[in-house]
């Protein structure tokens, strides 16, 4: 989210990163270029929750963590070097993507501490740095081709805290099940049924819409729909995260959770709204684990939510520009307490042999009011795969391959057609075509907890224009855990 990172709004004043940073993204390239040994580890490849284990050369992190102290103290560094060269464009905007070439470099640091304060119950919290910006500072592409920056040019690179959860455990049954440890859970094992009440600042990431395949920005794909739902507008400020309250039911073959958290104050908003009667975000999701596969575990996910909030209606808006009213619709200006949105999204994942996974969304939202937290798609499908280097004695390294189609409601295009700007969007006028994205990726562990990759990303009608693109978005990454 991140996600589990979630995503992170960074300053486009950052126009520049310190040498290290410079250094370690030249040293991500030439491991990648250079490192030709296998390796003798086995098993399923990392996540960022991965532990160490005592052979360096298979550890997916600096320093090894324990399985049985109470406290947990981890960290991440990645840095994302990111740019296009020059694409055809007929015009461009106030929110346009560049068609001229640029090239960014962002960076996220987090360091991560738990606490188990009683078996059942744990404290988490989060500090993150966040410096960089995104090619064209973020805009001009509604599937954005980085997860790690989002959309607001002031907000600086001081420390800030990203979490603080309580997360607590009722109990249903006495048998137990095996759980990875990591930053948003330090048990070992868990109640095979159980009550989960989480509570405090969080990003609604990291529990809905998860997918082994496409969750992780940090070490799977980049591209803002490959890693969650694009047509999931879910509560967040400027930064990703909210408050609120979580509870989720979990059973040996399925799931349900609920969450209710906070709405930004305006679109794209740092200040969350605390009246809950009046703005508030509700998320309920159903997870099963059906097997119609033998020894190849499946999973299905059924989200939907409602969004209340202060937002502008895109058909008010265009209303005002038909009555002559203002010289261009402008959402902002039609804006009225109450007003709803809503959304559904589908979420699979599938493993299949020989070490390769599968995953697919599906996002619908009503698209009548304003895109308000996450990104500018109304309608959403994504598919894709992933497979593991066993078959080149590299099982911690994983290949990825996966393809984005974007739209949007008929209100939403009309605005944007009449010369309307969203929080992300706005070429001035629009030839609307749905905006279709190519990713695929490498990531090779190169040592401990240092992982690099290579990605690439091909957007077709990039903001559903097709009177601009397509475009190549190249990048590089340097992931380090410790």
């Known amino acids: ?57 298979t550890a997916v992190t600096l320093f090894d963590h324990s399985s049985t102290t109470r406290w947990w103290v981890s960290g991440q560094m990645n840095f994302i070097g990111q740019g296009h060269g020059s694409f055809p464009a007929e015009y461009s905007g106030p929110n346009s993507l560049k068609n001229t070439p640029e090239f960014a470099v962002s960076q996220v ?30 805009l001009g592409v509604a599937g954005f081709t980085n997860l790690d920056v989002v959309r607001n040019p002031d907000l600086g690179k001081a420390p800030y805290l990203a979490r603080a959860i309580f997360r607590y455990t009722i109990p249903l049954s006495d048998d137990k099940v095996e759980a990875q440890r990591s930053w948003l859970d330090l048990r070992t094992e868990v109640p095979a049924r159980r009550i989960e009440i989480i509570a405090g600042k969080f990003s609604l990431a990291d ?30 400020n400027t930064r990703g995260y909210t408050d609120g309250a979580i509870v989720q039911y979990i059973a040996p073959r399925w799931a349900v959770r609920f969450g209710s ?23 309920l999701e159903f997870e099963f684990h059906p097997a119609p596969f033998r020894h190849q575990a499946s999973v299905v996910r059924l989200l939907s939510y409602v969004n209340h909030a202060n937002m502008g209606s895109y058909r008010g808006a265009i209303d005002e520009f038909r009555e002559g ?14 007003r709803v949105k809503y959304g559904f999204g589908v979420n699979l994942e599938q493993d299949l042999p020989d070490h390769f996974q599968g995953f697919a969304r599906w996002g619908w939202s009503d698209g009548h009011n304003e895109s308000f937290a996450y990104t500018e798609v109304d309608r959403t499908g994504e598919l894709g795969i992933d497979v593991r280097g066993n078959a ?7 290949l990825g391959i ?32 749905t905006e279709r994205i190519f990713e695929t990726y490498y990531t090779a562990h190169l040592w401990r907890g240092f992982f690099g990759s290579v990605d690439v990303q091909h ?6 224009n097709r009177d601009r693109g397509p475009v190549w978005v190249p990048s590089i990454r340097l992931h380090i855990d410790y």
């Open 325 to 338: 009213l203002v010289s261009v619709p402008d959402i902002t200006a039609v804006r009225q307490q109450g």
């Open 109 to 138: 640091l987090t360091l991560y501490t738990g606490y188990e304060l009683t078996p059942n119950l744990q404290v988490l919290t989060d500090v993150e740095i966040a410096a960089g910006h995104g090619i064209s500072d973020a």
């Open 392 to 398: 080149w004695k590299r099982p911690v390294d994983k």
């Open 402 to 433: 996966a393809g984005i189609m974007n739209g949007l409601s008929g209100d939403h295009r009309e605005y944007l057609a009449l010369g309307g700007l969203g929080f992300l969007l706005g070429d001035g006028t629009l030839n609307y075509g």
């Open 207 to 236: 529990f809905f819409d998860l997918s082994d395949v496409g969750s992780d920005s940090h070490l799977q794909f980049m591209n803002w729909c490959d890693d969650q739902n694009g047509a999931w507008d879910y509560a967040a």
């Open 459 to 464: 957007v077709t009608d990039p903001g559903y």
């Open 261 to 283: 958290t906070l709405m930004p104050k305006v679109a794209n908003g740092i200040y969350l709204d605390a009246d809950l009667a009046r703005a508030r975000g509700d998320n």
């Open 1 to 57: 989210m991140v996600p589990r990172h979630a995503i992170l709004r960074l300053s486009s004043k950052e126009h520049a990163l310190q040498p290290l940073s410079w250094l370690l993204l030249l040293a991500a390239a030439v491991c990648l270029a250079t490192k030709a040994s296998g390796q003798d580890a086995s098993g399923p490849a990392p996540t960022s929750e991965d532990t160490s284990s005592d052979d360096p050369g």
